[in-house]
């Protein structure tokens, strides 16, 4: 039996908890350690509530202070190397933050695990002091990359010296560091019901957390215009809990992720959850991306062609049907949990740190 602990600033769209649980159902122990509640409402385990992370007075915070801008996807990688005002930013909330870290170090047996995936890269304290004394105790060490981190801040230099194994569910990441392994995103797909009776005027969805990101603002002109020539009913999905966003989007028929396609972002938890309901979804895939996942559902969109393929879904409800049931299986297929996570596991047992999971 393993012990493995996950810790991350927030529980980033739920996947993280989708891990601890499916560690638990294989018969291992599994928890969650973040440093501040997410605001879409998923599920927490040990939530230390730290100050100056996370909300969005912080955020505008550090944007003033520390002149941080929008993140912009990279071609090399870079390395977090904090000068002035920001290192001392860093430094007096590591003395800040000390006492609660240190006392729920003891509360909830923090140091009893054999491997600790680190999300973001980024441990309890910046100066990396946590992982450290895990390093000097024989205990192994992951990093896990899910996108900004490492396009915009990069690498924390001692966690990268730190880290045993590094990995990532992005593409465009393997090309920003030369020791990742890609690992797809763990989905629990039976969690989502299938199919709704179709609506008259097929209903297309667009939910971004980011609009830079996804291109939302060429997605929402066109199918505004669509929207007005009665050939669709657009509905725009932001700034809900996760629990009312699922809700919406069971009641539409078609999703468009996004078109942008910076850095070769793709597709993400957004895709999944519209896929699992036999939803079609369009996004943008690089020729690179395309290839590395050739048997993908996806409907192939750009600026450019858009307008074209909503107009050719709509009028072509057994080919939305078709694509619909192919996602659901690709899903349970290539992101299914208990998959994802035994996957995991052959990578363990190929560094040695446990035996054959079977």
Not at 160 to 172: H, P, V
Not at 330 to 353: D, F, N, P, S
Request: charged share 25%; hydrophobic share 35%; net charge positive.
């Amino acid at each position: 039996m393993l012990r493995i602990l996950h810790i991350s600033p927030e529980n980033y769209t739920g996947t993280l908890m989708t891990f601890v649980r499916t560690h638990r159902t294989l018969g291992n122990v599994s928890r969650l350690v973040t440093m501040y509640p997410n605001w879409s409402g998923y599920e927490e385990d040990i939530n230390l509530d730290l100050p100056f992370v996370g909300n969005k007075r912080y955020i505008r915070f550090t944007k003033r202070l520390l002149g941080r801008g929008r993140p912009m996807s990279q071609t090399r990688l870079p390395e977090w190397n904090p000068q002035g005002i920001e290192r001392l930013f860093f430094q007096w909330r590591d003395r800040l933050w000390t006492e609660r870290i240190t006392r729920s170090i003891d509360q909830y047996g923090l140091l009893g695990y054999d491997v600790y995936h680190f999300h973001a890269g980024v441990d309890l304290f910046r100066d990396g002091r946590f992982a450290r004394r895990l390093k000097s105790m024989g205990k192994k060490i992951v990093c896990h990359y899910h996108g900004t981190d490492l396009r915009d801040r990069g690498v924390i230099p001692v966690m990268d010296e730190l880290s045993d194994l590094n990995l990532t569910c992005e593409f465009d990441h393997l090309s920003l560091h030369p020791g990742l392994r890609y690992l797809f995103l763990p989905f629990e797909v039976g969690t989502y019901e299938i199919g709704h009776a179709e609506n008259k005027r097929i209903r297309v969805c667009h939910s971004p957390t980011n609009r830079f990101f996804k291109g939302s603002n060429v997605i929402i002109q066109i199918c505004r215009d669509l929207e007005r020539q009665r050939k669709i009913e657009f509905v725009l999905i932001e700034g809900k809990p996760h629990s009312e966003v699922i809700r919406i989007k069971q009641t539409c028929d078609m999703a468009i992720d996004q078109i942008a396609n910076l850095g070769g972002l793709g597709y993400g938890v957004n895709s999944l959850e519209t896929l699992s309901m036999g939803i079609p979804t369009c996004t943008n895939l690089t020729p690179e991306y395309e290839a590395f996942i050739p048997d993908h559902p996806f409907i192939l969109i750009d600026a450019n062609n858009l307008e074209r393929q909503i107009e050719f879904l709509v009028g072509h409800p057994e080919y939305r049907k078709d694509k619909g049931r192919e996602g659901r299986a690709w899903v349970e297929r290539v992101h299914g949990a208990q998959h994802v996570v035994r996957h995991l596991y052959t990578i363990y047992e190929e560094l040695g740190w446990c035996s054959s999971r079977g």
